[in-house]
């Protein structure tokens, strides 16, 4: 993607922007804002506290507030939304702090799977009413650049606060005029730092150079080598730093009337049309990670899902799998494997990804064969195009590059996770049946959400079929065994879709299928989802009885 910035020159010793980057369109936003709301976001506020109070009375829509200046940050910090780390669980808690002058403003702390943010309410309370609104709101701004910036600077933290309070200017939650101040120096923090980041982004733009500064440092402290004034500055300007410096320095006498200012919020993300970012969907918790082997304790599956590329699932064999299980079947479009940092003859070299609703049955999604890594801690991103949710997925390794080892530093799992419902209570319309005993055992009982109810029919092969008000795209269904006679349970059956009631396509059959106790329900994963507004289980056979009966027969998916 390029950046669109044009219209710069340079007059004199004074930078203008004549033509500011585009502000995108609500609909762009709605993508990166999809794309990168955290799956868990808690506030934890203590309104016993003034400053907990304040905090609500200044901020009541604390929630939205930072949900759209997640997006509005992460347009200054990157062009591409999949740039973005996805922080999965973000919790912000505004609470006095513990230690005996309740001293300090607000912190951050924990990784992208788990940040917190800790806002002092002592702090809070400190301040002249006229200000308290504009520093809740870059307060949380700042602490929020904090989640989501690179941070690897060579000199310190003090750049990666001037990042931060740079975007926190930029967003219109700092006073120009109140901290624009001499004295510092380039590795300055907070006001300072912020100030002569934008300062360089300006000299930036104005030498004609299409590269925004702050993005680009950003950039920078995310590689392995991070950013050093010293060194890399040359990457953008003839100067050197310390010359840069003092030259920043010059125009700031005068009350800084010689320096550029940013007058407007300008986002560098761009959509360009493209799908929303495919989330990290696998947060590491080990009761949802299995492998065919590990090395424990250092070199387990879990170390695969951690978002740390310095740490490494090992197992001591040439081939091998590692699964991991959600909580609710998710959508994967994507995946990445990141190899470790040792011993290229470990990397995975032929793979299948697969993906189950069981953990037992699985279907290949994606197959690889003669691929490489190039280098240690290299990501590499494999694309498919998924017809259906799984709660499993595996990554089965069939061969490595010639060790008697296989190791992996990362495994990603990006897509989304579709909204799959209950059709029959969402989408209500009427069922129908072969036969049913009425009125107390009805074929209307197979789709009540009451296991106690149940559809039975005075044969031993019968057919139970449901009206949409319009088409549904059916993905799992599910049967309940009734509660007795387990001889009169299906075994044989077809699941069928139609869209006038008279032609029927085939989506699923089953043969030879058991329950093992009563109130059993087994769960059935469509294939080739599309779109029918009739749904038809047609059983065949059943286990030995002259009667058939069924609990319940749920349809899962969405319109």
Known sequence: ??????????????????????????????????????????????????????????????????????????????????????????????????????DGVAYKSGGINSTNIYINSCFLESLPSEKVEAEIKGILVHELVHAYQNSNFEQGSGTLEGVADAVRYLTEFKSLEEKRTLGGDHNSSYDLGAFWIDWLRHKLLANGDQRDFLYELNKYAGSPSGFNWQNDITDFFSNTVDELWREYQTCLHDNGNNCPTSIHYQAIGQCDGEPQRNKDLAVALEKNIKASDENKPYETAYNAFDNSNNTKWLSFADTGWISYQFDKPALVSRYTITSANDVAARDPKAWLLQGSINGHQWQTLDSQDNQFFTSRHQTRNFDFSPSIPFSYYRLNITENAGANIIQLAEVELL????TIVNLTQQYPGRSSASASNAPKEDHSHAFDENRATKWLTFSSTGNITYYFPKPVTVHQYSLTSANDASDRDPQNWKLLGSNDGVTWQILNSQTQQSFTKRFQTKLYQLTTPLSYQYIKLEISKNHGSEILQLAEFTLKGNI
């Open 1 to 102: 993607m390029k950046n669109n910035k044009e219209n710069l020159f340079k007059l004199g010793l004074t930078f203008c922007l004549l033509s500011p980057l585009p502000l995108y369109a609500s609909q762009c936003d709605d993508l990166w804002k999809d794309s990168l709301e955290p799956n868990n976001l808690e506030f934890s506020i203590d309104t016993n506290s003034l400053g907990g109070r304040l905090f609500v009375a200044n901020l009541p829509n604390y929630r939205d507030f930072t949900l759209q200046h997640i997006v509005k940050l992460n347009q200054l910090l990157y062009l591409d939304v999949n740039e973005v780390p996805y922080v999965s669980n973000l919790k912000i808690t505004i609470h006095p702090f513990s230690n005996p002058n309740c």
């Open 415 to 418: 897509g989304n996770f579709p």
